[in-house]
Every structure is written in structure tokens, then in C-alpha cells.
């Protein structure tokens, strides 16, 4: 059983940045592709990034291409998200998961989240 806690979520105005950690328990946290999502209230939740186990193959949304950045540190159990340009309609519960199918992008195909952290951007 894989434990995912995301922390770094908050308030920023319109083009600030954040970063999002998450750690996990797993010893084994390198065989995992691992992957952050987000759920706007109303909203379903959605792709944002992907890493692939070693960190050599990412994966984004369209909408947050060239201002997101998704990285790991398999020494450190942990995937980070980078937010940068920040806009209001990134507001969401951000959640990080861990999947070991190779489909980074569908969240039917993750076997563990996290509990979400918040990300409310404000114009």
C-alpha cells in the first residue's frame, strides 16, 4: 500500500508560482509512474502532469504546457509540480498518484492518491 501526502498548495495571485510535493511511503517509489491531477468544485477531475518511473518521459495537459513542470526524486521518494503563470482557472484540489501501467494520463489506471492540497489563484 502506497501513502501519497501533497503539501506546498495555497493562495497566489494571477501569474505567482507554487510548488506542490508529494512524498511517498513506498520504499519502491521508483517503479512507479507517478502523476498529479487536479478537481475544480463542479468539475471532473483532470490531467494535469506525468513522470515516468525514472524521470525521462513527461506528460502534460495542453492547458498547462510550458508553465507547469513535473519532476522526481527517486532518492527522496518524491514527484514535485512547478507552477509557474499561474491563472484563476488553475484554482483546484490538486492530488498526485501513483500508477505501474504505462497509460499516464487516464486516472481509471492509478492505483493510489493522495488527500489533495488546495490551489486557489486569485486575479
Known amino acids: 500500500q502506497v501513502q501519497l501526502v501533497e503539501s506546498g498548495g495555497g493562495l497566489v495571485q494571477a501569474g505567482g508560482s507554487l510548488r506542490l510535493s508529494c512524498a511517498a511511503s513506498?520504499?519502491?517509489?521508483?517503479?512507479?509512474?507517478m502523476g498529479w491531477f487536479r478537481q475544480a468544485p463542479g468539475k471532473e477531475r483532470e490531467f494535469v502532469a506525468a513522470?515516468?518511473?525514472?524521470?525521462?518521459?513527461?506528460y502534460y495537459a495542453d492547458s498547462v504546457k510550458g508553465r507547469f513542470t513535473i519532476s522526481r526524486d527517486n532518492a527522496k521518494n518524491t514527484v514535485y509540480l512547478q507552477m509557474n503563470s499561474l491563472k484563476p482557472e488553475d484554482t483546484a484540489v490538486y492530488y498526485c498518484?501513483?500508477?505501474?501501467?504505462?497509460?499516464?494520463?487516464?486516472?481509471?489506471?492509478?492505483?493510489?492518491w493522495g488527500q489533495g492540497t488546495q490551489v486557489t489563484v486569485s486575479s
Open positions: 498518484a501513483a500508477t505501474k501501467h504505462m497509460s499516464p494520463g487516464n486516472p481509471v489506471m492509478y492505483d493510489y
Open positions: 513506498e520504499r519502491t517509489f521508483s517503479t512507479y509512474t
Open positions: 513522470i515516468s518511473r525514472s524521470g525521462g518521459s513527461t
